[in-house]
């Protein structure tokens, strides 16, 4: 789905722009579309909008973009609504979509309960910023497909957008959505080297990489593709996902003060998860009511303990928080079983012609692993090195967060800087902030950061003395 038609009467109409604060949105993946859409609906004053993005396309980015339009999220449809005060939102607009509903059993209710495919998760909020758009005739939107590259401050207060168009205007406000950085395809692939390697199977091998989502839909595209060979898994950790409960399970959390020790949390987690399953829960209702506790949990770990539970526990915590439907789970689980995909734990190393290297956990030797083709899924972490991080952090207006995986952030996506103080003006909203605020790559802590600067922007655009 291409955005350009969209906008281009309404920015050829835009002769009074010059007047407008200005906002930029760097990304248009779902943080950007999300950003968008919650400033449309509650910035009431008008504005102009401009939205960059190498990639043309509305696919949702990393988490939506799929080969095949049938893979399935894994959040429930009660999780993904976009309209702030009505987590129905999503539900209401699936019964509404005619298609959709001859294609489920008319046993079933309502949606809130199901997952569905990305493309129509990714359809809805299409369809929910084009009706925020088509609401709003006071502001203009312009869609750039360039990379912004450097942003630096400028005249002041406001910001000067570096792309290949030279004619970029200044903006009063920044938001950067910039995610997981730029498409893969981008980034140039270094060169393979041949790898002397010997066939050690008969038959067709794939090698997977990474321990998330994304392995486990490969390996079904794969395997609903007709795909017989064998696959190899290659998880660092050797962690998969866990399974979701066959209803979405309410949150359940121990009253008692928390420990502030990490070793302690991590026995209080596990004595909670033991006796929810003794009452009758499940321990996926505690991880649940955990999640309501992170942000705070995480703010009062001191640097030590984010480190540790970086290298130690971040893999089995993600295991346990993004998982499967049961139907998915329960398939991985037989392949599994069958012998024809393996699970190994290790490193994945250097590529070669006809397979790789791999170090398997706990061995100083490396081994070569053959096989005809390799998928990296492993989830990128937000690009520290690109360009337009590199700009922001040198022209101080950024500061890594504690871990370096992203920039540092609070919950309303403004930039924390060193000592304590803000960069006014430019927010950064979902995975870069992931080293700051736990689950900030997922959809309903995306749709409330986005609304918590929309929120801020309000304020800032249409201060309170103008309300009648
Ligand atoms: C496979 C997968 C499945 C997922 N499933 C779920 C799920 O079921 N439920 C859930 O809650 N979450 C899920 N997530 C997580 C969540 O949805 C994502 O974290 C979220 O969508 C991130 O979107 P984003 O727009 O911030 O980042 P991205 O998707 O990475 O998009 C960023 C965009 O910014 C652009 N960009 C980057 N750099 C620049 C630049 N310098 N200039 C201009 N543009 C730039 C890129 O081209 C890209 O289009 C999933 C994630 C993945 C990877």
């Not at 973009?65 to 399935?72: F, L, V």
């Not at 995610?179 to 893969?184: H, K, M, S, V």
């Not at 009452?279 to 991880?287: I, K, N, Y």
């Amino acid at each position: 789905m291409t955005v350009q038609g969209l906008f281009s009467t309404r920015s050829k109409a835009a002769g009074r722009i010059s007047s407008l604060p200005r906002i930029a949105i760097v990304g248009r993946g779902f943080s950007g579309m999300m950003a968008a859409i919650a400033l449309m609906k509650s910035v009431r004053t008008p504005f102009h909008l401009q939205l960059f993005d190498p990639n043309s396309s509305v696919s949702g980015g990393e988490a939506l973009a799929s080969t095949r339009s049938s893979t399935i999220l894994n959040t429930r449809v009660r999780d993904l609504s976009v309209a702030t005060g009505n987590a129905d939102d999503f539900n209401d607009w699936l019964c509404t979509n005619a298609e959709f509903r001859a294609a489920v059993p008319a046993a079933i209710p309502g949606f809130r309960q199901i997952f569905v495919p990305k493309q129509l998760f990714s359809d809805y909020v299409y369809r929910r910023f084009a009706d925020a758009l088509s609401a709003r005739k006071d502001i203009t939107v312009q869609v750039c497909h360039e990379p912004v590259v450097a942003i630096r401050r400028s005249h002041g207060d406001r910001f000067l957008l570096e792309s290949a168009n030279p004619a970029n205007p200044l903006f009063d406000t920044v938001i950067l959505a910039t995610g997981y950085g730029l498409p893969a395809n981008d980034i140039p692939e270094p060169e393979p080297s041949p790898i002397r390697a010997q066939r050690l199977v008969a038959r067709p091998h794939t090698v997977l990489c990474g321990s998330g989502i994304r392995v486990v839909d490969q390996l079904l595209q794969l395997r609903d593709a007709g795909y017989t060979g064998q696959i190899t898994i290659i998880s660092k950790h050797g962690f998969l996902p866990q399974s979701h409960t066959p209803n979405s399970a309410d949150p359940v959390f121990p009253a008692d003060e928390l420990p502030q020790d990490l070793p302690d949390i991590v026995r209080f987690i596990r004595a909670a998860c033991r006796r929810a399953e003794e009452d009758g829960h499940s321990w996926q209702a505690v991880m649940n009511g955990l999640r309501k506790h992170a942000r705070s949990l995480w703010r009062s770990l001191p640097a030590r303990q984010k480190h540790q539970f970086n290298r130690h526990l971040r893999a089995i915590y993600d295991s346990h928080r993004n998982r499967l439907p049961e139907a998915m789970y329960a398939r991985l689980r037989s392949e599994l079983a069958d012998g024809n995909t393996v699970l190994r734990r290790g490193t994945a190393g250097r590529r070669g012609l006809s397979g790789m290297f791999f170090r398997p956990a706990g061995s100083s030797t490396e081994e070569v692993i053959h096989a005809e083709r390799i998928v990296d899924c492993r989830c990128r972490a937000p690009d520290l090195n690109s360009l337009l991080m590199r700009s922001l952090l040198a022209e101080g207006l950024a500061a890594r967060d504690e871990l370096s995986l992203g920039l540092a952030v609070n919950q309303r996506g403004e930039l924390c800087l060193e000592g304590g103080s803000i960069t006014d003006g430019i927010f950064a909203i979902g995975p870069l902030g992931l080293g700051s605020l736990p689950d900030i790559d997922l959809v309903p802590e995306i749709v409330s950061q986005a609304y918590a600067v929309a929120e801020a922007m309000e304020k800032r655009f249409y201060p309170r003395s103008k309300v009648v």
